[in-house]
């Protein structure tokens, strides 16, 4: 899939090089979302994340959900790169990049390509608190 | 058959391992693995809810397990 | 309005110093539009365009529409950067960057902005080709 | 009253020049201006639309006109 980029990493996630790969002369529209872990959840500090992926797994959900928005709207590339490991406020998990020919593809691709990864990718997030910690969504 | 079943997020914390090996009948289904491991670790039935991945794609509670397949337990995902 | 950036110029536009500006301690998700400029348009090959503004105006109408962002959707900071003057093929004419405590309405309020700009905000693009240049949407 | 059109893009090419000086009544209002520049400039009404700014505003056809007001005329625009 030369117009896909799946990266899972525990390396710092790079913006300006996302920008980089998705940009093309045949792009009229590009949606790019950054997540970025908050200094609090539910009014409580946050002191830092840890993210935990089933790597395999992670990387051929991944994969699906880009090959769905290739099926479902008219868009050029598509690019995943999600992070693993310990994250300090302000740092990003997540960036999805779409570059389309319109803008309407690229948005709702990206949209629908968070939505599905949060719902359907084996990454897990446990938030660390001052005092203690808990899985994310583990627990009714 | 001998199957070891990965733990990923909180099920490694009720497991106490990332790792566990269960003994299971050659025709045994994912619906049979949930309520072999649920006997073991009661702590599951907790959980909002989980999956079980059979070779890196979610399975049905009437999928057949194989033997050297690779079993993992994924609780709620919460990533991005 | 410390949480609005509308910058209107004829310089190169920066996707970097978008994303630095626009990051916080207190957001979650960050939805950034990259308008490009596209090497055709209904199957005929573009050489450049070239924007053309009414300066005061243009400024005070992004202004006016990253104010409605702000009365409809709970966002944190919203920045549109528009450039002027002559872009070549896969320069970037337009950047829209929204962050919020939560994705939904990062999305829907940058989606907002950008189809707004497009239907209100006294800017004009002529199409140059190789064998004459054209008013975008000047004529029925 | 005297007062100054400013003019861009497609309308800047119509006027011939990115400014144009008309002469109108002093209640006159932003249908009287686009009349009369309609019949100076006969082109302007082969244009998908056009609006007529008035201090950085866009404004109604109904609005009256008052001397040393800065006028636009906005042909569809095109940004982004």
């Given amino acids: 899939m030369q117009h896909t980029q799946v990266i899972l990493t525990a390396d710092t996630l790079d913006v300006p090089s996302c920008i980089n790969w998705i940009m093309s002369p045949q792009s009229g529209g590009i949606d790019v979302f950054i997540g970025t872990v908050r200094n609090a959840t539910k009014g409580k500090s946050v002191l830092r994340l840890e993210f935990e992926a089933y790597e395999p797994m992670a990387i051929s959900e991944m994969e699906k959900i880009c090959r769905q928005a290739f099926d479902q709207w008219p868009v050029q590339k598509v690019l995943v790169h999600h992070r693993t490991g310990t994250l300090q406020v302000g740092e990003i998990p997540v960036i999805i990049a779409v570059s389309a020919a319109h803008r309407a593809a690229a948005f709702e691709a990206c949209r629908y390509i968070i939505d599905t990864l949060k719902q359907t990718v084996p990454i897990w997030k446990k938030e660390i608190f001052e005092d203690g910690e808990v899985w994310v969504a583990a627990h009714p | ?80």
């Fill in chain 2, 1 to 80: 058959m001998k199957i070891n079943v990965l733990a990923f997020g909180v099920a490694k914390e009720i497991f106490g391992s990332s790792l566990v090996s269960l003994e299971l009948t050659n025709d045994a289904t994912i619906y049979n693995l949930k309520y072999l491991l649920e006997q073991q670790y009661p702590r599951l039935k907790q959980l909002a809810s989980y999956m079980v991945a059979v070779n890196n794609e979610y399975a049905l509670p009437g999928d057949t397990i194989h033997e050297r397949d690779e079993i993992a337990i994924i609780p709620p995902v919460s990533g991005g």
